[in-house]
Every structure is written in C-alpha cells, then in structure tokens.
C-alpha cells in the first residue's frame, strides 16, 4: 500500500496516551470538512484480508463498525465479506453507483520503515492499495486511515503472514471506537448532523 497523496497526512503512535484525542481529532476535522464541501454520505471502505495477520486490519476494523446504524454512514469489508484486490474495483463502483456525494475513507494496514511500525497515518487524498505486495489496483479513497503494522521492503507478503497479531488489535480497537466517537460527535452538531440522517438543508 502507497499514498498516492500525502496532504496533511498526521502520524500517531497507537502506544501514545494521547492516541486516541489525536485520532478522533484528525478524523473529525477530516469529515466536518467533507461536510461543509457538500458530500452527502460517508462511506469506509475497509481494505485487507482475514487470512493474514498483518492485512487482517482493514476486515477487523469493519468488523467492529459494522452495525453502525446511521442512514447515510456505510461499512464495505469486515472479516465475513472482506474487501480484498479481485472485489474492489467491484465494490467502489457499486459505492459511486449507489450512494449520493459519497465521502469514502479507505482503511488498511501497510509496511513502512521500522521506527514508524505502531503508528497510524490519517489524511486527505488517496491510497493504492496492494502496492506493497505487487498488486496493481487504482487508488481509492478522498481521506485514509492506514496502519504501519510491520516494517517493508524485502519479501513484503511474508512479513505481512509474519505480522503479531496484538499490534493489528490495538489499531483495529483505536480506530473502531475513534471512528464511532466522531460520529456521535458529528450527530450531536446540527450544524453537520444531517448528514448522518439524509436531511439536508
């Protein structure tokens, strides 16, 4: 997985005390945006596979936001029906298909260098997915939250197979109950609130 766009991409340490304020933090600014720029639904998009550790942060992730009951919030990838490369070119046309204005955040684990391994990145633009393990598939996504969750750059998929499983946890774990925090956030705001409801005005 590379970045296609690195604007205003912010790092944290899942390890940090303050992890979890500067998620939700980034992530919220990152939607009331999305808002006030007039798109009508949110759509994550979580990116990976349940049959390897170190890509399994994406399924797991939509695992636990699944049953988020908002009418214009939706979910793509969780450990029974993950998004993987042979469905996204399928799913993302069904999401433009589908849902009106959507604001797509793309979810998945990447390798990076090793001082950057435990850490989150979040931001504007795209990521391509696969790239890491020599997948060619088109970029997806307005904003993205990814996961360093082991260090790349020699024989990538086996360090991926290889990758602790506690380290994916504790990321799945911040980001799900970040992500559900800003929406509640976001619900109580009628300022941007609609969204989540389809009452615009």
Same mark, same amino acid.
Request: aromatic share 10%; with cysteine; charged share 20%.
């Given at each position: 997985?590379?970045?296609?766009?690195?604007?205003?991409?912010?790092?944290?340490?899942?390890?940090?005390?303050?992890?979890?304020?500067?998620?939700?933090? /980034?992530?919220? /600014?990152?939607?009331?945006?999305?808002?006030?720029?007039? !798109?009508?639904?949110?759509?994550?998009?979580?990116?990976?596979?349940?049959?390897?550790?170190?890509?399994?942060? $994406?399924?797991?992730? &939509?695992?636990?936001?699944?049953?988020?009951? !908002?009418?214009?919030?939706?979910?793509?990838?969780?450990? %029974?029906?993950?998004?993987? /490369?042979?469905?996204? +070119? %399928?799913?993302?046309?069904?999401? *433009?298909?589908?849902? %009106?204005?959507?604001?797509?955040?793309?979810? +998945?684990?990447?390798?990076?260098?090793?001082?950057?391994?435990?850490?989150?990145?979040?931001?504007?633009? #795209?990521?391509?997915?696969?790239?890491?393990?020599?997948?060619?598939?088109?970029?997806?996504?307005?904003?993205?939250?990814?996961?360093?969750?082991?260090? $790349? &750059?020699?024989?990538?998929?086996?360090?991926?197979?290889?990758?602790?499983?506690?380290?994916?946890?504790?990321?799945? +774990?911040?980001? #799900?109950?970040?992500?559900?925090?800003?929406?509640?956030?976001? %619900?109580?705001?009628?300022?941007?609130?609609?969204?989540?409801? &389809? *009452?615009?005005?």
């Amino acid at each position: 997985m590379l970045l296609k766009n690195e604007l205003k991409q912010q790092y944290i340490n899942v390890n940090s005390p303050s992890a979890l304020s500067c998620f939700t933090d /980034a992530l919220y /600014a990152l939607l009331y945006k999305c808002i006030k720029n007039g !798109y009508k639904s949110i759509v994550f998009v979580c990116i990976g596979t349940d049959r390897s550790t170190g890509d399994s942060l $994406g399924p797991l992730i &939509g695992y636990k936001i699944q049953n988020i009951k !908002y009418k214009n919030v939706h979910v793509f990838g969780n450990l %029974e029906t993950p998004v993987h /490369a042979k469905n996204l +070119d %399928e799913i993302m046309k069904h999401v *433009f298909e589908k849902f %009106e204005k959507p604001y797509v955040i793309a979810i +998945d684990a990447c390798l990076g260098r090793m001082e950057h391994v435990g850490y989150l990145t979040i931001g504007e633009g #795209s990521i391509k997915p696969g790239s890491g393990v020599n997948k060619n598939l088109a970029p997806v996504g307005n904003a993205y939250v990814t996961g360093i969750v082991n260090f $790349g &750059g020699f024989m990538d998929f086996l360090v991926l197979q290889n990758t602790r499983l506690s380290i994916v946890m504790k990321m799945a +774990d911040l980001v #799900s109950i970040g992500i559900r925090y800003v929406l509640w956030e976001i %619900e109580r705001n009628p300022e941007i609130s609609p969204i989540l409801h &389809g *009452f615009y005005s």
